[in-house]
């Protein structure tokens, strides 16, 4: 049986430096839905990359008295290694320097005009520099870019547009007929009421005043405008085709089911995007996720604030899992989340060593001092016994409709109900008093099976969120048996089983010294 596609995109990445934390959460959430997908038997595409063009990359790289080539391969290399730092499982890393892609804009870009949906005509306005994108006096906030905070200057120039004005009805139509297209239902009704329903204004889509990008075939002065050159990626790279001739990657995993993006380069992806598809004849994605932010403390990370955290510092700190833990744990479904020093020590205190770690440690440690290691099948159930296999054996269904709505934290939430339940459990068997008493070894053996087995399903669900910490279990554990099929019953600890010597997942961490380390280290990384 063919397995149902699920094609899954990150933003891409804006190449003008090192991404931090807040871009790179959106490549670890993106990697736990794919990674989710893919232990429930999904054919997964899971493409990411970055967006190397415009005018702010041609600026930065004279500035580093580099050519925008040279510029961009140096962030590329270092966006990917941070991807990789962070275990993504992505399937493709694209840039939109490569040369079969432009190819494709610039046959996009003269389609479009060929149609009428791209015209000539003028543009006279304020512009940022930074965020490379026009407004009108009335989108100012305090007389400043409504989306960085920097200063606009008056820029006029001849220019092609995207007539979206054309397509506004059709857009408001599409977006109130399908009720899932935009999530969360906030970013939805921010869209239609602050952008479509007023009326659309065609967007600029070429630039003549520098040269760092697709060129328009037709008219040489011109350079493809970043934003259509941004997100034809999503179907260029998969072989989409002007004149039809698409690759069969393109006629599998098109439309895409989820494109996962940051709340706000939403108007892009929901009124520009759909526009182009739309005119170029193409199925919409199914589903836009504009996530929220992480904040430092209060604030929103920027560059010009310099209150940014890397990510892998905060590898290099606290460990991938636990770092992967506090992104996917502690960013709320459709608010914006905080990130703090002081609170991650919290979270993995709280979470990963006491809840998980030292659950993993004692069960393990038990199996060892008691059975010297081996594990054979319960023969003295008990009422408590049923009631944790009954919590454990519905987790799974719990998870998978979380999932699928993609709130993600509550998901794992679901994971750590089973492991916090086990904390529970053997408060409430004492196995350490069961083992005092000989004719008490049956008993004791089906408490321990419980305690394995409910860890093990626990472990099978953490691989698409902790895969290195799933991983782990697994081995001590000594069992192969990860998949989600075994989810079903509660038998998959099979019998002569050793595991192997308990090791802890995480150290808990004293704040002091703690805090200490990192002032050290970010010292020394300066």
């Known amino acids: 049986m063919e397995k149902e596609k699920y094609y899954i995109s990150t933003a891409i990445t804006y190449t003008s430096g090192k991404p931090h934390v807040g871009n790179t959460y959106e490549i670890v959430l993106a990697d736990a839905i794919a990674r989710y997908k893919r232990l429930m038997g999904y054919d997964v595409y899971f493409q990411t990359g970055t967006d190397e063009h415009g005018e702010k990359i041609e600026l930065k790289a004279k500035e580093k008295n580099q050519l925008p080539q040279e510029f961009v391969d140096d962030v590329a290399l270092e966006v990917r290694r941070i991807w990789d730092t962070m275990n993504t499982s992505y399937d493709k890393f694209v840039r939109t320097t490569n040369p079969a892609h432009k190819e494709m804009v610039s046959k996009i870009f003269e389609r479009l005009y060929q149609q009428g949906a791209i015209y000539k005509g003028r543009y006279e306005g304020l512009y940022c520099t930074p965020c490379e994108s026009f407004f009108t006096e009335s989108q100012l906030i305090d007389g400043k870019c409504p989306d960085c905070g920097r200063e606009v200057h008056k820029a006029s120039e001849e220019a092609y547009f995207l007539k979206l004005s054309k397509y506004s009805k059709w857009l408001e139509e599409y977006i109130e007929s399908h009720p899932d297209f935009i999530q969360p239902i906030s970013r939805k009704n921010e869209i239609m009421n602050n952008f479509i329903k007023p009326g659309l204004q065609d967007l600029c889509v070429s630039r003549t005043s520098f040269k760092w990008g697709v060129p328009v075939t ?36 098109w439309p895409a089911d989820l494109h996962l993006i940051g709340k706000d380069i939403l108007r892009f992806h929901t009124i520009y995007w759909p526009v182009m598809l739309h005119a170029l004849g193409l199925e919409l994605p199914k589903k836009i ?50 990130i703090t020093y002081e609170l991650i020590i919290e979270r993995i205190n709280s979470d990963l060593a006491n809840i998980l770690g030292n659950l993993v440690n004692r069960t393990v440690s038990m199996v060892n001092k008691y059975f010297d290691g081996e594990i054979t099948k319960p023969t003295a159930m008990e009422a408590i016994d049923e009631e944790l296999r009954t919590l454990v054996l519905e987790t799974p269904a719990k998870v998978d409709e979380l999932m699928n709505e993609l709130r993600v934290a509550d998901a794992i939430d679901e994971v750590f109900n089973i492991f916090r339940r086990c904390n529970k459990y053997i408060d409430e068997t004492m196995p350490w008093v069961l083992a005092k008493e000989d004719d008490k070894k049956d008993r004791l053996m089906t408490v321990l099976y419980h305690l394995v087995e409910s860890i093990r399903h626990g472990a099978v669900l ?36 050793k595991v192997k010597t308990a090791t802890p997942l995480f150290a808990r961490l004293k704040k002091e010294e703690k805090l200490q380390e990192i002032e050290e280290f970010l010292k020394n990384n300066e």
Do not use: C
């Open 462 to 497: 953490l691989q698409a969120f902790l895969p290195d910490t799933a991983d782990e279990i697994f081995r001590q554990l000594n069992t192969g048996n990860r998949y989600m099929e075994s989810l079903k019953d509660f038998n998959g600890f099979d019998s002569g089983i």
């Open 289 to 338: 996720f504009g996530h929220p932010w992480i904040l430092l403390g209060e604030d929103k990370m920027s560059k010009s604030k310099g209150n940014i955290m890397y990510a892998d510092d905060l590898v290099s700190l606290f460990g991938i899992d636990a770092i992967r833990y506090y992104m996917l744990h502690e960013i709320p479904f459709s608010s914006d989340g905080t």
């Open 218 to 253: 037709f008219d040489e002065a011109h350079v493809v405008y970043v934003w259509i050159d941004a997100l034809s990626n999503y179907i260029t790279f998969l072989g989409y085709d002007v004149d039809g001739n698409h690759a069969e990657s393109f006629n599998h995993y």
